[in-house]
C-alpha cells in the first residue's frame, strides 16, 4: 500500500508537508516570543529546528511541483502552525507585564488585597474625562494575569485596564518570593543547627 506512487502522492507527501509546517510555524511563533523577551539562546536553538523543518517541507514542494494538494497542505500547514504557536505560547505564559487600572471608584480596598497578596502597588491620583480617578500600577507575572483580572473585576467591576509586556525590570517585583525562600532557608538552617 505504501508502495503505491499514487498514494505517497497523494496522501503521504502532502501529510509529511502539512505536519513539518505545523511544526516549523510553531516553533517560529515560539521563537519569536523567546526574542522579544531577550531568551537569546533558546530562540537561537528554536531557529535551527525551525529552518531545518522548513528546508524538508520547501524540499518536497520543489520535488513535487506538479501536485497542486501539496501547496494546500503548505498552506493549511502553516496556518495551524500560527494556531497550535499562540496556544503553546498562551500555556507557557512566559514573561513579566505591567497593568495600568484606571478606576473612578476608590481604589482603596483593591490595593490593600493587592498588597496583602504580595504584589508591589503604585497608586496615583489622576483626572479623567468624567473626573477623578485612580490609577493603580503593579507588575505581575504573566501567568497570574487571570486572577489578578478577576480580583480587579471583584473589587472595581467598572475599572479600565491594560496590559503591556515589560521587557527588562531593574529590580526583583517579587520580593516576597524571596523573603519566603528566605524564610524557610533560615527554618532549615535552626533544624540543622540543632543538631
Known sequence: MFGDSAFLGT????????????????????????????MKFLASLLGFFEILIWLFAIGQIMGNLTNLV???AYALGFS?????????????????LMLRIITRKDAAELVDFLKSAGFGV???DANGVYGPVDVVFTIIKRKELLNITGI?????????????D?????????????????????????FRKGK
Open 70 to 72: 501539496n501547496y494546500f
Open 152 to 164: 480587579i473585576k471583584k473589587y472595581n467591576p467598572n475599572a479600565v485596564y491594560s496590559v503591556e
Open 122 to 124: 503604585t497608586t496615583v
Open 80 to 96: 495551524l502552525g500560527v494556531f497550535v504557536g499562540i496556544v503553546i505560547e498562551e500555556k507557557l505564559s512566559l514573561g513579566i
Open 11 to 38: 496522501i503521504v507527501i502532502p501529510v509529511l508537508i502539512c505536519v513539518a509546517r505545523i511544526t516549523d510555524v510553531t516553533l517560529g511563533t515560539i521563537r519569536i516570543i523567546y526574542v522579544s523577551k531577550g
Open 166 to 190: 515589560v521587557r527588562y525590570v531593574s529590580r526583583d517585583p517579587f520580593p516576597s518570593e524571596h523573603l519566603l525562600k528566605k524564610d524557610f532557608r533560615g527554618l532549615f538552617r535552626f
